[in-house]
């Protein structure tokens, strides 16, 4: 399996949130302003990668030579709100301007499934650890641009005067989120 | 018993687990001490004389944020309006200067339209919460389009328990008032305003619609006539919207505007 597909795969065919429906909390939360989308994509970019490549080290170095797979959820949670952590702290000192600009959304991926989600698909999919750091760099950049593209859709919404009050806000917003994800079915053909 | 505490099936998981935790837990509390950033004493002196309550009426995403804007300089001291005074004159001593005085602002619903004189579209049978009711065609059962539905969606979020809901419409009770805004932001018809609690004068109707329009729904709107603007000794009152505005700092509560009001819209809360 060469890395560029797996990019490509990631990034479009397998969308994780609409394709495979992983962090849609922050889909819908994080996505009313293009500016806090911004923010909390590359958010997760970061996380996502760094917990992606730390899974994979706990997984092979500790899990499995010592025979207990199982503990895999726990072990990477545990990681994944480790890192976080620590990311918060680096970040406040050594860059707090990127440290301001993320705001809330640094410790809101803690319990982002979509990070989670990436790290036990890797496991899952026995990828090598190139393999699952381009897998979740791809994941997140899927991420990020359908956030985007929702932030973007949903600022452009808010100016209709001729929406109906019920459709206004949330309504709307799972509607957009269903179109896309049927636009996004069409990538399924290329791969 | 034995079987629970083997090593293979609780033990050893434990070790690892714990272990795993350990190490992170280590190298989080050594990340910690090598990345401390310094925090401005004054952020945490700040933070301690403020109420705590969280409300954000600051504008700050609750006390501890407004204590850091404070500290940064980039918030004035006398923003936090649950604490008043005190508060203010308490922060601008511990950042070194002087605090500006406040006015102390109370919450007023701009409208008197019980069920007993306005006109009602339809019966609503949703959720009493105005919040629900204006999501419905026609935005609500009042055939006026400003007024206060009077579900307390307002008495509901207000921390200091300071609206009650009277006649079919939400009264503040000023004295328990502490200006924190929050109702102002959760009426869904904006019919709160915050007004000083020093000047008398309050504009209780909130329609824009012209004189007789106001009257087919109401009989205790305000139809917009400018007797008030005409009649203010300091003209400080003027016509926008159909509605009179009071200019505050012109206004010294004489009471001329309230006399002459023919549909008592504005009334004279001392």
């Given amino acids: 399996m060469n890395l560029l597909s797996i990019l490509f795969a990631s990034i479009f065919v397998n969308n994780i949130i609409l394709s495979l429906f992983l962090g849609c909390c922050p889909f819908l939360g994080v996505s009313s302003r293009i500016m806090s989308a911004r923010g909390m994509g590359f958010a997760v970019v970061f996380v996502m990668v760094m917990a992606s490549a730390i899974t994979w080290v706990v997984y092979h170095a500790i899990l499995v030579p010592l025979g207990f797979r199982y503990l895999y959820t726990l072990s990477f949670i545990l990681v994944i709100a480790a890192l976080v952590q620590l990311v918060e702290m680096v970040l406040k000192k050594v860059n707090p301007p990127l440290y301001k600009a993320l705001g809330i959304f640094l410790p809101l991926i803690t319990t982002n499934c979509a990070v989670l989600g990436i790290a036990v698909i890797n496991m899952n999919r026995n990828y090598g650890f190139l393999e699952s750091v381009t897998n979740a760099f791809g994941a997140s950049l899927g991420f990020f641009l359908a956030l985007y593209l929702m932030a973007g859709i949903r600022e452009r919404l808010d100016l209709s005067e001729t929406m109906p009050a019920f459709m206004r806000g949330l309504p709307i917003a799972l509607v957009t989120a269903s179109l896309m994800a049927l636009a996004f079915m069409g990538f399924v053909g290329i791969m | ?270």
């Fill in chain 2, 1 to 270: 018993m034995s079987s629970l505490l083997s090593l293979e099936g609780v033990l050893l998981p434990s070790a690892i687990l714990g272990g795993l935790g350990l190490g992170f837990g280590l190298v989080l509390a050594l990340a910690a001490s090598r990345f401390r950033v310094e925090v401005d004493p004054r952020v945490s002196r700040v933070r301690e004389v403020l109420p705590g309550i969280n409300c954000g009426a600051c504008g700050y995403p609750g006390c501890d944020g407004y204590a850091e804007a404070v500290v940064s300089g980039q918030a004035k001291p006398n923003l936090c309006a649950p604490g008043g005074a005190d508060v203010a004159a308490a922060v601008a001593s511990i950042m070194g200067i002087s605090a500006e005085a406040m006015v102390k602002k109370v919450a007023f619903v701009r409208c008197k339209g019980s069920p007993d004189v306005a006109r009602v579209k339809y019966f609503y049978d949703g959720v009493l919460d105005c919040r629900e009711a204006v999501v419905v065609p026609g935005s609500g059962p009042k055939a006026c389009p400003f007024g206060c539905l009077g579900f307390g969606t307002c008495a509901a979020v207000c921390p200091f328990g300071a609206i009650r809901i009277e006649n079919g419409l939400a009264r503040v009770e000023s004295l328990l008032c502490t200006g924190c805004g929050i109702c102002v932001s959760s009426c869904p018809k904006r019919v709160i305003e915050l007004v000083p609690q020093d000047k008398a004068v309050r504009v209780a109707c909130s329609s824009r619609h012209k004189g007789q329009d106001v009257k087919r729904v109401c009989q205790l709107g305000c139809i917009g006539c400018g007797l008030c603007a005409r009649v203010c000794p300091e003209g400080a009152i003027s016509i926008a919207d159909n509605l009179p505005v009071v200019d505050f700092d012109k206004c010294t509560s004489c009471g001329a505007c309230a006399q002459r009001c023919p549909t008592r819209s504005i009334l004279m809360a001392f």
